[in-house]
């Protein structure tokens, strides 16, 4: 379950320059366009998808079942949707953009219209890992998705800092699946997800299992919850009688110092004495014993992503 990365670089060379024909032939086939179907164009993520998809080297063809998505594209990017069939004729990426609990029967109902020899590209490991996805030994499926933004970055310009999504403005990291197919598939998955999710900085390569063990399982089954409690703490805090500016300013400077400690970005800096004591003192108040292998146990991470795949539609 290591993953890997890579970290793309950029030089950009007249075809030819340098090379063999047989290596600009490559690339000049490289730069033709590969058609993508895009489903679930007009929700939220599938309008981010499209607009970083603009420009680029794919022909994408947008669907959305939905009026009031089709409005939400058309008013946000100037594009029009097409109808499900044309868009998957021909498709050589196939990209899903819809909750997880409909990726699934979703693509159990398309799956006999989709080219053999296309990369089924899912935004999320969850309908994957939870065995969700139609046997099609002809067809690869690809799990991609964002870490989104780092709290420590690098970034100077107003919109980057504010980009807390990510896919706009802000650098972000994402991680990558080849769950089947053949391996050139991989090159494609990624060159598709580093489009979507621009601007990219590492790609790291992982198993299904392992992109499921980092969502839910680390980033929302710990990290959200964890970051909920933080802000109950802080109202609690203020509850008690701390002015709520002073309350929340307290929280998060100190929470910078404390994540830069716990993951070494400040390798010099340490807790004090009287911190560790805290820590110590109410690591057994708040935490259950064995907490980390009731979430991260396998079979704790399969039962996760199955009721995720099966959440009502207000949860999803």
Not at 167 to 187: F, N, R, S, T
Not at 216 to 233: D, K, Q
Not at 292 to 302: G, R, S
Request: glycine share 8%.
């Amino acid at each position: 379950m290591t993953c890997q990365h890579a970290v793309a670089a950029h030089v950009i060379m007249p075809i030819g320059y340098g090379v063999g024909p047989r290596k600009a032939q490559a690339q000049a086939e490289r730069d033709t366009m590969t058609k993508i179907s895009l489903l679930g164009a007009g929700g939220k993520m599938g309008v981010r998808l499209s607009k970083n998809l603009q420009g680029s080297r794919f022909e994408v063809a947008h669907v959305e079942v939905s009026a009031e998505g089709q409005a939400r594209l058309r008013e946000q990017t100037g594009l029009d949707c097409v109808d499900q069939a044309a868009a998957l004729a021909g498709a050589e990426v196939v990209v899903l953009a819809v909750p997880d609990r409909l990726i699934g029967k979703i693509l159990h109902a398309i799956i006999s219209d989709i080219d053999s020899g296309a990369l089924v590209v899912v935004l999320d490991a969850a309908a994957p890992h939870a065995g969700e996805l139609p046997e099609r030994s002809d067809v690869s499926y690809f799990v991609t998705h964002p870490c989104h933004p780092p709290i420590f970055n690098d970034e100077i310009d107003p919109a980057a800092k504010s980009d807390f999504f990510g896919g706009v403005a802000a650098k972000q990291h994402i991680v990558c699946a080849l769950m089947q197919g053949p391996e050139e598939h991989y090159a494609l998955g990624e060159e598709v997800a580093r489009t979507i999710y621009k601007p990219v900085m590492r790609a790291h390569r992982c198993s299904v299992e392992a992109i499921a063990i980092l969502e839910p399982a680390l980033s929302e089954t710990v990290g959200a919850t964890l970051a909920l409690a933080l802000r109950e703490a802080t109202d609690e805090a203020v509850r008690r009688g701390v002015p709520e500016e002073a309350a929340r300013d307290f929280m998060l400077g100190h929470l910078n110092i404390e994540l830069s400690i716990a993951f070494g970005e400040f390798p010099e800096g340490k807790f004090s004495d009287g911190a560790l004591h805290a820590i110590a003192a109410a690591r057994p108040q708040i935490f259950k014993e064995g907490w980390l292998d009731a979430i991260f146990a396998p079979d704790a991470v399969l039962a996760s992503v199955k009721d995720i795949c099966n959440a009502p539609s207000e949860a999803a």
